[in-house]
């Protein structure tokens, strides 16, 4: 199984909701991360999990809370978010976590923040 | 810090032809250098990576990239594209380093000619 799932597709949510995005990999992969996209844009990192332990943080606002419950899981809370955080957040997995190894994406939330 | 270049914001190309998708890099050391794909409203796929040996890189669908490093340059080549290859390709570049983070460039986009 060498497939990165991510739920839901598609999120709507007001500025006052809380959300989760979730993503799965079952690969034995040891690295997670949160990666968000504009459009027209590259992927820009937020967050990086190396053996379940938090590694890189991007300055990310606090309204983004990443969690990484067991080695396959990756969670993403939102809370208290603002329109300009609409964007296509998408989760990777690798091996390890270092600039040498194949990153695999997964599909992709599509946030809509109104 | 290591940097990715993609000079081209957009490149049409008639389907049957070649095509050439340029990336310069910059990096002190031997860099780890991949191209993604990715179709509209989809995640990244690897298409291929170079670390080390051959400076000619064959990767999945019919694409190749060659490695110069007197020209600082990983560019992504097909001699004959078709109508599926249209999508955003993102040339990206990793280090060996603890900073473990890929850095992606800010893409081109291909559109194929009937």
């Known amino acids: 199984d060498t497939e990165v799932t991510q739920t839901p597709k598609h999120l709507v949510m007001g500025m006052t909701n809380k959300k989760s995005l979730k993503c799965e990999q079952h690969m034995g992969h040891r690295a997670m991360y949160w990666y968000k996209q504009k459009a027209k844009k590259p992927p820009e990192l937020m967050f990086v999990?190396?053996?379940?332990?938090?590694?890189i943080n991007e300055s990310v606002p606090s309204r983004f809370s990443p969690e990484c419950p067991n080695s396959s899981l990756l969670n993403l809370h939102l809370h208290a978010l603002q329109p300009e955080d609409s964007a296509l957040y998408l989760c990777?997995?690798?091996?390890?976590?270092?600039?040498?190894?194949?990153?695999?994406f997964g599909p992709g939330t599509r946030l809509t923040v109104l | 810090a290591q940097s990715v270049t993609q000079p081209d914001i957009h490149i049409t190309v008639s389907e049957g032809a070649s095509l050439e998708l340029r990336c310069n890099y910059s990096y002190g050391a031997t860099p780890y250098l991949f191209w993604y794909v990715q179709s509209p409203g989809q995640g990244l796929q690897l298409l291929l990576k170079?670390?080390?040996?051959?400076?000619l890189v064959q990767g999945i669908k019919g694409f190749e990239a060659e490695f110069k490093r007197s020209q600082s340059s990983f560019n992504l080549r097909k001699p004959s594209v078709h109508w599926s290859d249209a999508a955003e390709y993102f040339c990206a570049v990793g280090a060996d380093s603890s900073a473990s983070k890929i850095i992606f460039g800010s893409g081109t986009r291909l559109s194929i000619r009937p």
């Open positions: 990777a997995s690798s091996q390890e976590s270092s600039g040498t190894g194949e990153q695999f």
């Open positions: 999990y190396s053996y379940e332990k938090l590694s």
């Open positions: 170079y670390f080390s040996g051959d400076t």
